[in-house]
Nanobody, 124 residues
Framework: QVQLVESGGGSVQAGGSLRLACAASGYRSTRYSMGWFRQPPGGEREGVAVIATDDNRSYADSVKGRFTISQDIAKRTVYLQMNSLKPDDTAMYYC??????????????????WGQGTQVTVSS
């Protein structure tokens, strides 16, 4: 069973930066995808960025140029560096994991394993 442990959320002023991390355990293959999704208060879940172990990645248009997803395959860990944060980025951020390579589009239904979430709050 895959388990995900997220870290790195917090509160920051607009224009600031945060880095999220998510460590996966319980999966031996090096062929997998991990990603970040977010759900704002009162809103629906949306995809932010995904990356696979073939190093392909995709970003939501709303974060392109500001967020960077990266990975350490040996540690089964994915990172999300968030720069130039805006109040609209305020949300609960969830890490997701899927066996196989799923990066052409960011789709929550491709991911079967989810973390507990970490809150990101950006004040103006």
């Amino acid at each position: 069973q895959v388990q995900l442990v997220e870290s790195g959320g917090g509160s920051v002023q607009a224009g600031g930066s945060l880095r999220l991390a998510c460590a996966a355990s319980g999966y031996r293959s090096t062929r997998y995808s991990m990603g970040w999704f977010r759900q704002p208060p009162g809103g629906e879940r949306e995809g932010v960025a995904v990356i696979a172990t073939d190093d392909n990645r995709s970003y939501a248009d709303s974060v392109k140029g500001r967020f960077t997803i990266s990975q350490d395959i040996a540690k089964r860990t994915v990172y999300l560096q968030m720069n130039s944060l805006k109040p609209d980025d305020t949300a609960m951020y969830y890490c997701a994991f899927a066996p196989g390579l799923w990066t052409r589009i960011i789709r929550g239904s491709d991911f079967g394993y989810w973390g507990q979430g970490t809150q990101v709050t950006v004040s103006s």
